[in-house]
């Protein structure tokens, strides 16, 4: 079972707040990710973290911010919520990739964000 | 650029039964990597089965296993005996290997399967 935490499941806000998604990981991955998914639709990355000091964009772009100042920690922040913000946000993290292994990801529960 | 299709937004099988869930992929990358997730309506994503493009076996994980066709370029999953709990949105997901320190995976849009009893 994956040790990997997301706070708040779920969050109702209005706009224009500032919002901070949390995530952490007990498994001491280098590797942490975070995606977007609205509903019923595929997951898009949306940054990435290779370690400590490193983040990087994703595939989508998106307003958010993220920062890895520790291992086990990827929070993700939004400055100025707004309703097109509304979705599920992922955390996920892997192990550094060894020959012959699959690197899977391991994800949180998601993060269920709706802004008013 | 790489590209996960999955065909079949939904699916319906009888319990018991076995089920093929498509996916296709497209990538110029000789080495890589190809996943099957499991997210339930919860909303969390359940690794189910892995698939590296130079194994010589399809992969198996209990009743899942993976219908590997390099040459067509497709990764369809397949259920055997399927059970109720097996409801939930499926995606097929792929990881470049060469240049893939990030371990970043591309997703499909998914398969929407409902058992029925």
């Known amino acids: 079972e994956a040790d990997i935490y997301q706070t708040p499941r779920y969050l109702v806000i209005g706009t224009g707040k500032k919002i901070t998604l949390e995530c952490s990981q007990t498994?001491?991955?280098?590797?942490m990710y975070w995606y977007q998914q609205d509903p019923g639709m595929e997951l898009h990355l949306i940054h990435y973290?290779?370690?400590?000091?490193?983040?990087e964009k994703g595939d989508l772009s998106s307003e958010s911010t993220v920062s890895r100042i520790r291992t086990e920690h990827f929070p993700l922040t939004l400055e100025s919520a707004r309703p097109s913000h509304t979705s599920q946000y992922l955390c996920?993290?892997?192990?550094?990739?060894?020959?012959?292994?699959?690197?899977?990801?391991?994800f949180g529960e998601g993060s269920r964000l709706t802004v008013l | 650029a790489q590209k996960i299709t999955q065909t079949q937004p939904g699916m319906f099988v009888q319990e018991k039964e076995a089920v093929t869930l498509d996916c296709t992929y497209d990538?110029?990358?000789?080495?890589?990597?190809l996943f099957w997730y499991k997210q339930p309506s919860s909303g969390e994503m359940i690794f189910l089965i892995y698939?590296?493009?130079?194994?010589?076996q399809n992969a198996t994980e209990g009743r899942y296993s993976l219908n590997f066709q390099k040459a067509r370029k497709s990764a369809n999953l397949v259920i055997s005996a399927s059970q109720l709990g097996d409801s939930a949105m499926y995606f097929c997901?792929?990881?470049?290997?060469?240049?893939?320190?990030?371990?970043?995976?591309?997703f499909g849009t998914g398969t929407l399967l409902a058992v029925q009893p």
């Open positions: 996920a993290s892997s192990a550094i990739l060894l020959a012959g292994e699959g690197g899977e990801l391991f």
């Open positions: 498994m001491g991955h280098d590797k």
């Open positions: 973290s290779y370690g400590v000091n490193s983040t």
């Open positions: 990538t110029s990358d000789p080495s890589y990597g």
């Open positions: 698939q590296g493009s130079y194994d010589q």
């Open positions: 997901a792929m990881r470049e290997v060469y240049g893939g320190a990030t371990n970043k995976l591309i």
